[in-house]
């Protein structure tokens, strides 16, 4: 069995049973005898397959059981055809009722009297055929979507089906605008781009055909949608003005098919259209009516049939020197790939026998035969920047970078693709406008193969000979690369690689093979039925785990056995089995937790994340894999994933001493990753939590300390802290130990004791060397360098916010936005302003990535790079960050200490009194609160004071933080200086800011002091 996308037509005679009951039976039989024949004969030449006939209606079936790039195409214009054919025999009398649908089918062995195709698809064409007026034909949405302009097709509308909720999209079908898709479409521009060398190499093959003064033929070679038809017609505009230019098309279906691409030559020579008289042509071809077995006319009369041919090939031989004689010509006859064996006898003849420069241009597909022989050009795939000038000039817009690439990277070089997948995304709504361009919806968006796409790539799987598909459909399970070894476990032998090899579908690069387009692995993986595949990777995995059964295969491992066991299909490909489904269930199990272990040890969270919801999903009330999903979404910083999958732990959990750790952890995460909620904390939930996990925790034991690290910090307390510490200090344990430590420095910062505080913080660096797991060495440095520059040192804070740069920025865009948040801040308090702007570079898109998982300094760093673009004097920029930030929508959060402080600072450049003082008020208390960010709001609200002419509200602020030696103390002695118009101070003031290596506040204090 396979699975197949494929149009379904099905035909319903209407009026003869009323036309029965009058009959004779034979006569009856006869009728429908004669209905049979010719709708079996419309079906066959547009390539379908008779699926059945039952009673007086017929199904067909278009692209199974061989997939048809042109599967929709062809099935409209049979029910074309049909129509046309039962007017001509019953003229009237009788109707034909059609419905056609595309969609996924299931094609099995043929049964007597059932079925070949089965599927969703059947059931609405059925629907749609019901549902047709007779004498008309309802097109299914999907169908429609596939023929694009090919065919006219009347408004949509909705009838109603039996089970369809919402009934079923349809148009009526009009008529036939060509027999194949235009390419493009969708609404997309198109403006060529590249194939320079191509475009010479053309002009070269014109230019040596003209100095042979001799027809010529060419092909161009490439794979579907490559580009082939484009190149010929931009070779055509910029032809030497006197040169002739034909163009023919072999078509891949049809009546009088065999000679189409010389008919359209033909008749561009005669100056008659398709659709004039035969007569009328007859009359041109006076002398030569040969000619006429080229456009399908009955002139050979009682010729013997070789003799006509010959006779053709003669008149063609004229014709083509006719043409050369009147100087350099082109005749294009586009999809060799398609040529049936007389058109070629014809170019050869022309070939051998004919005068004058003509250059005959095949154009073809490198699948099938490579005849007739000729010298070839090859296209190759676009080059990725020319696959992106495409997709932007398609969009008549530039496209958001990551998308950009997301685009053409799943294009692999196509320029048919790159269309297709844009007009997909466009068809889907995700591709929306914004800014001058666009942007994509949803980064995580999976681009999916369009229809189109599909069809053409399914089309050339099914040319490939059986066991060579057998071969690759066996590779695709293996996955995008394989070796040969693997494909003999699957299949019995290697052998068809040749084929595979030669045809162009995979590429050999010791030691394995890889398929040169994933688009194609994807394809064959999908044409393979859901059971039988399950059974392939269950093959596949074992043969690997009898070859190596470490670690290193882990992923690999848990990838294949969780697909062999997938809850989809499991019932189907494990009948009857048991036993064997559950050896496979446990070890899929076995190998997904080991493979989340070791995914976690590189910091590779989305990884953990998709084997342990695997692993959830075959073993649901197992705590453990609920408890490491949640831990790894904690080191997301995604509260909301992190929550439910706790709590579902918590619920399976009985024992009270995990319960314990549970609780313990939930709210240890939840309050020490504050960053992670895009709302404010909710009490009534973390407080009962921490108060279980306290209750549960035996005391003086690792969740017992965990959970009071947690309360110290949700309540700034430093008695608690202390508490944790000592618990942490006896137990030795580094984590709990420098969280404690934490806890403690941040409960001295709060009470601006800022040497406490740098002590404590300090102290967590003796634990290094007993760390290993990078989030956690991270946070030591990230309030470290804090904690430095509050003491004074902003060199080693400056030195420190690298080092974690080095350390976070990579292990998750979330710690990335981290990384640069804290740069931003060290370099701000630094007044390191060039450096800022320089950061900006990065930050941009360090938010956009860090979309998916909330975090407060996505809206600060955008402000950080807003005041140093003010500070530059860029304020247009600074305006536009600042929007940026508050777009980012982290306002009215109670987070005002790292909100408020960047606007006040630029209001305060623009001389804005008024937000200055509105921003001081909604803030409060909070302007300040926190550790990390309190001390630029401090410094911003000093001089906010001041130009508030809020003196004595200035002094008070001040005075506490007269602290020696500290960062804020020459802040503080400078507003003291401007308050009580002492220079003294702000010349102490300067003295300490230069002792810090903090010029930049130094020369502004200088210009700030009382005269
Ligand atoms: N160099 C190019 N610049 C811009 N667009 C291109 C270029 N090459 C191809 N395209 C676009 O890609 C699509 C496919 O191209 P084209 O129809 O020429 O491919 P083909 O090789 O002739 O395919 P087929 O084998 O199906 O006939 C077209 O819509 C075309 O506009
Ligand atoms: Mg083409």
Redesign the pocket.
């Known amino acids: 069995m396979e699975r197949k996308l494929a149009t379904i037509l099905f035909a319903d005679l209407v009026g003869s049973t009323e036309m029965g009951s009058s009959l004779d039976p034979e006569h009856a039989r006869d009728l429908l005898d004669r209905f049979y024949d010719a709708m079996e004969a419309e079906i066959a030449l547009g390539g379908g397959t008779v699926e059945k006939f039952i009673g007086d209606a017929v199904v067909a079936v278009f692209g199974a059981p061989a997939a048809q790039?042109d599967h929709a195409e062809r099935a409209l214009q049979v029910a074309l055809w049909m129509q046309e054919r039962l007017a001509e025999l019953f003229g009237g009398r009788l109707s034909l009722r059609i419905g056609v649908n595309s969609g996924e089918v299931a094609v099995g062995r043929p049964r007597e009297g059932s079925s070949f195709a089965t599927g969703d698809a059947v059931n609405v064409a059925a629907r749609l055929e019901q549902a047709a007026e007779p004498g008309h034909t309802l097109v299914g949405e999907r169908t429609a979507a596939l023929v694009g302009g090919a065919f006219e097709l009347g408004e949509p509308r909705t009838i109603e089906a039996k089970g369809k909720k919402g009934g079923v999209a349809c148009r009526e079908l009009l008529r036939m605008l060509a027999p194949r898709r235009p390419?493009?479409g969708h609404g997309l521009a198109?403006?060529?781009?590249?194939?320079e060398r191509e475009l010479r190499w053309l002009e070269d093959a014109i230019a040596r055909t003209a100095g042979d003064g001799r027809p010529r033929l060419v092909k161009v070679m490439?794979?579907?949608?490559?580009?082939?038809?484009?190149?010929?017609?931009?070779l055509r505009d910029r032809l030497p003005e006197g040169t002739a230019f034909r163009l023919g098309r072999c078509l891949s279906y049809g009546r009088s098919v065999t000679y189409s691409a010389l008919a359209d030559v033909l008749r561009a020579e005669l100056g008659v259209r398709q659709e004039d008289p035969a007569d009328d042509i007859l009359e041109r071809l006076a002398g030569r009516e040969i000619l006429g077995l080229t456009l399908g006319l009955d002139v050979a009369g009682d010729l013997d049939p070789r003799a006509a041919l010959l006779q053709l090939q003669d008149r063609w031989v004229e014709l083509i020197s006719q043409l050369g004689a009147r100087g350099p010509a082109v005749v294009v006859i586009?999809?060799l790939h398609w040529a049936a064996g007389p058109l070629v006898e014809v170019l050869e003849r022309v070939l051998l026998d004919a005068e004058g420069p003509v250059l005959l241009l095949g154009?073809m597909?490198p699948d099938g035969t490579a005849f007739p022989a000729a010298e070839a050009l090859t296209?190759e795939r676009?080059a990725d920047v020319?696959a992106a000038e495409?997709a932007e000039?398609a969009l008549a817009g530039p496209l958001e970078s990551r998308a950009l690439e997301l685009v053409t990277g799943h294009a692999e070089g196509n320029?048919?693709f790159?269309?297709e997948v844009l007009g997909d995304l466009l068809d889907r709504g995700l591709l929306e406008r914004g800014g001058d361009g666009w942007l994509l919806r949803d980064a995580a968006v999976d681009l999916g193969i369009p229809d189109t796409v599909r069809g053409?790539l399914a089309a050339r799987i099914d040319m490939l000979p059986a066991e060579a598909k057998e071969a690759l459909q066996a590779a695709s399970v293996i996955g995008r690369s394989f070796t040969p070894g693997g494909l003999a476990a699957l299949t019995g032998s290697s052998a068809e690689l040749r084929t595979l090899v030669e045809r162009g579908f995979v590429r050999p690069t010791e030691p394995e093979l890889v398929f040169k387009h994933a688009l194609t692995r994807e394809v064959a993986y999908d044409t393979l039925a859901k059971a039988a595949r399950a059974r392939m990777h269950a093959t596949f995995a074992r043969w690997i785990e009898a070859d190596d059964a470490t670690d290193r295969r882990a992923g690999v491992l848990a990838h294949h056995y969780s697909e062999a066991v997938d809850p989809g299909i499991a019932d189907l490909a494990w009948r009857d089995r048991e036993d064997e489904l559950a050896r496979l269930s446990a070890a899929a199990l076995r190998w997904l937790r080991r493979a989340a272990e070791l995914s976690l040890g590189r910091f590779d969270l989305d990884d953990a994340l998709s084997q342990l919801h695997r692993a959830a999903e075959l073993a649901p009330g197992e705590a453990d894999v609920w408890h490491a999903i949640g831990r790894v979404n904690a080191l997301k910083f995604d509260g909301e994933a992190m929550w439910p999958a706790m709590e579902r732990a918590i619920e399976l959990t009985e024992r009270q001493e995990t319960l314990a750790d549970l609780y313990a952890e939930l709210t240890f995460e939840t309050v020490m990753r504050g960053g992670m909620w895009k709302r404010p904390l909710d009490h009534t939930v973390v407080e009962p939590s921490l108060a279980r996990a306290l209750e549960l925790a035996e005391p003086g034991g690792a969740a017992h300390a965990r959970a009071l690290v947690t309360k110290a910090t949700w309540e700034d307390d430093i008695e608690t802290a202390d508490q944790a510490v000592a618990i942490a200090e006896r137990l030795d344990d580094p984590v709990l130990l420098s969280y404690a430590y934490w806890a403690r420095s941040g409960a001295a910062f709060i009470t601006f004791d800022f040497g406490e505080a740098d002590r404590w913080a300090q102290r967590r660096f003796e634990l290094l060397d007993r760390l290993t797991d990078p989030d956690k060495i991270a946070h030591i440095h990230y309030y470290g360098a804090t904690a430095a520059l509050a003491a004074g040192r902003p060199q080693e804070a400056e030195a420190l916010v690298r080092k974690h740069d080095l350390v976070a920025s990579r292990l998750s865009p979330h710690h990335e936005v981290h990384a640069l948040g804290v740069l931003l801040y060290v370099e701000e308090a630094l007044g390191h302003w060039d450096e800022v702007r320089r950061l900006q570079g990065r930050v941009e898109p360090a938010v956009a990535a860090n979309q998916g998982t909330p975090c407060v300094l996505n809206a600060r760093t955008l402000f950080s790079c807003a005041v140093g673009c003010g500070e530059l004097g860029l304020d247009g920029e600074a305006r536009r960050l600042e929007t940026a930030a508050v777009a980012q929508g982290y306002q009215d959060l109670g987070v005002g200490f790292w909100l408020d402080p960047p606007p006040a600072h630029l209001a305060l450049l623009r001389g804005d009194l008024e937000r200055v003082a509105a921003l001081l008020e909604s803030s409060g208390e909070m302007w300040h609160w926190s550790s990390d960010g309190s001390l630029y709001a401090l410094a911003t609200k000093l001089d906010a004071l001041v130009a508030l002419g809020r003196m004595s509200d200035a002094e008070e602020a001040a005075v506490p933080l007269l602290q020696p030696g500290t960062y804020l103390e020459p802040f503080a002695l400078r507003t003291l200086g401007v308050v009580r118009g002492d220079r003294a101070l702000t010349e102490q003031a300067v003295e300490r800011f230069d002792a810090m290596g903090l010029g930049w506040h130094a020369a502004k204090t200088r210009a700030l002091a009382p005269a």
């Open positions: 790039e390419r493009g198109s403006s060529f781009v590249g194939r490439g794979e579907a949608g490559m580009g082939k038809t484009s190149v010929v017609l931009e586009e999809d154009t597909r296209l676009l020319e495409l000039a320029p048919f790159v269309e053409v």
